[in-house]
């Protein structure tokens, strides 16, 4: 029975590959001592206070637009109230040149309304209906005629041109009869409206 070799063994020469490592080399280097390390960076900006500068930012941006509209609704106002008072004095020089035109005209032609009046009160239909067209066409043009009442006596309305005898203690001091009608333009008295007042004996 043969016998089988021996294994090999660390150092045998015939097994080279086997052999025990080397000592690594000497450093050529010079001794430059251990390693610094790195320098420490600077902290980054708080994200907290970013958002807190991009909020106060916002805030003071919409606090100057929030006051820009108010100036600028104002001045809106201001300029929408000036042209109303533009608006309303020209109406006013507007009457008022009118008044001075037409009223005159109007005047004239109520005058005409009076005599047509008194015909149609003797029975003529026909000067009726043409009083009636012309009160329309003064009506037409802001001549009013002061409504008949019975009541008190109006001192700012009427003109006592007479006086009647009052049957009982209320009729004094009121209206007993319309002389002649009165006459207004817009709030104005063109004329006002004669009558006789009711009085004590």
């Given amino acids: 029975m043969t016998t089988p ?7 045998d020469p015939a097994v080279p590959h086997l052999a025990e490592p080397a000592a690594p ?3 050529p280097r010079p001794d430059i001592g ?3 390390a790195p320098p420490a960076t600077a902290p980054g900006p708080d994200p907290f206070a970013v958002v807190a500068d991009a909020v106060d930012g916002m805030r003071d941006e919409l606090a100057a637009l929030g006051d820009q509209f108010r100036r600028r609704l104002l001045n809106d106002r201001e300029a929408r109230r ?3 008072g533009l608006l309303t004095e020209l109406d006013q020089a507007r009457r008022a040149a009118e008044g001075r035109i037409v009223q005159p005209l109007l ?3 109520v005058l005409v309304v009076d005599r047509v009046e008194r015909q149609a009160a003797q029975g003529d239909a026909f ?3 043409v009083a009636v067209e012309l009160l329309g066409v003064l009506e037409k043009y802001g001549m009013t005629r002061i409504p008949v009442s019975a009541g008190p006596f109006d001192p700012d309305l009427q003109e006592a041109v007479g006086t009647i005898t009052a049957l009982s203690p209320e009729q004094n001091g009121r209206v007993a009869e319309v002389v002649r009608h009165g006459y207004r333009m817009d709030e ?3 004329r006002p409206q004669q009558v006789r007042v009711h009085t004590e004996r």
């Fill in 82 to 84: 000036s042209l109303d």
């Fill in 34 to 36: 251990p390693v610094p």
């Fill in 127 to 129: 000067a009726g209906s």
């Fill in 107 to 109: 005047y004239d032609l």
């Fill in 188 to 190: 104005r008295i063109v």
């Fill in 25 to 27: 080399p000497p450093d």
């Fill in 5 to 11: 070799p021996p294994l090999p063994q660390p150092g």
